[in-house]
């Protein structure tokens, strides 16, 4: 039986740890602040925007919430952008995806400044992750590789198998786990014989999108396996991209869903909020 990678008690330590920081920094006259921009009402979108507030009142850092209507234009949401970029009082802008079709997401991304983009997905933040260099790490890999290392997986010289190439997790947590001297390699919909490739896998990164895809047979013996994908399957019971009862059974540690990555996002976007005013008042 494998160690579960508990990310409900992970994610709950990260965000001690960043709320001790907020306090110290309240204590120096610095105020952390996120604007939350959520457009329209999506059901799923306003829950997850309510858990970001409520993980803001937790770590104490100041929430400015912007719920605007479907019917919001495209130009109303830039100048919006554009009046948080130059606010001293907001240190980091989320706008909560996905956007109505008739705004365009790239754009509205890009006109976040780098300085605030605590989700890390401007083209700046990705940049700057490729190149090493600091800036705003995209939260859900961030999570990935806190687990890791909270849960003593070692990192270095081990080769770990993405799946899954998309912007916001594939690629940047091919990035993060070079960074940490991982031998990395990525896989998506066209690689020829996937398990043969994921069976290499000391750590095995799944973020594809699909129910239970990776089941034991893709797992070598001993890995460690980190399941990004959540689904609803009928009967409401939630689930991950990994069959988690197969894989257990092979896997050394692996992390459940849910309480595993999905906790630790909102935790990292806590943590990049924090050093974002630590950047803001010139301490970073
Ligand atoms: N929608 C789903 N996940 C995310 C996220 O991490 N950030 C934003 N802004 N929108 C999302």
């Known amino acids: 039986m494998a160690e579960i990678i508990d990310g409900k008690k992970i994610s709950q330590e990260l965000k001690d740890d960043v709320k001790k920081e907020v306090e110290a920094l309240k204590a120096k006259g610095i ?57 001293d009082a907001c240190d980091g802008i989320l706008v909560q995806l996905p956007l109505p079709k008739h705004i365009n997401e790239d754009k509205v991304i890009k006109r976040i400044s780098p300085d605030k983009d605590v989700d890390g997905f ?19 890999p961030a999570g990935v590789i806190e687990l890791l290392k909270r849960s003593n997986t070692e990192i270095d010289g081990k080769h770990a198998v993405v799946v899954g190439r998309s912007n916001i997790v594939g690629k940047p947590m091919a990035m993060l786990l070079l960074r940490e001297n991982a031998t990395v390699t990525v896989c998506h919909s066209h690689t020829p014989d996937l398990r043969a490739i994921t069976k290499q896998a000391d750590i095995l990164v799944v973020a594809i ?22 689904h609803r399957l009928e009967g409401k019971k939630l689930c991950g991209d990994v069959d988690y009862e197969s894989a257990e059974k092979v896997a050394s540690k692996i992390t459940p869903v849910p309480g595993g990555v999905g906790p630790m996002t909102i935790a990292e976007l806590m943590n990049n909020c924090k050093e974002a005013a630590e950047m803001h008042a010139g301490l970073r």
């Open 31 to 87: 105020e952390p602040a996120l604007a939350v921009i959520l457009v329209g009402q999506d059901p799923a979108s306003t829950v997850y925007v309510n858990n970001k507030k409520k993980a803001c009142e937790y770590t104490g850092i100041k929430s400015l919430s912007y719920e605007l209507p479907e019917s919001t234009t495209e130009e109303e949401l830039l100048g919006l952008i554009d009046k948080l970029n130059t606010d």
């Open 122 to 140: 401007h083209p700046e933040s990705v940049g700057r992750l490729s190149l090493g260099e600091r800036g705003f790490k995209s939260c859900t």
């Open 209 to 230: 999108g699909q129910p239970k895809f990776i089941d034991g047979s893709f797992v070598k013996e001993g890995a460690t396996v980190i399941d990004v994908g959540i």
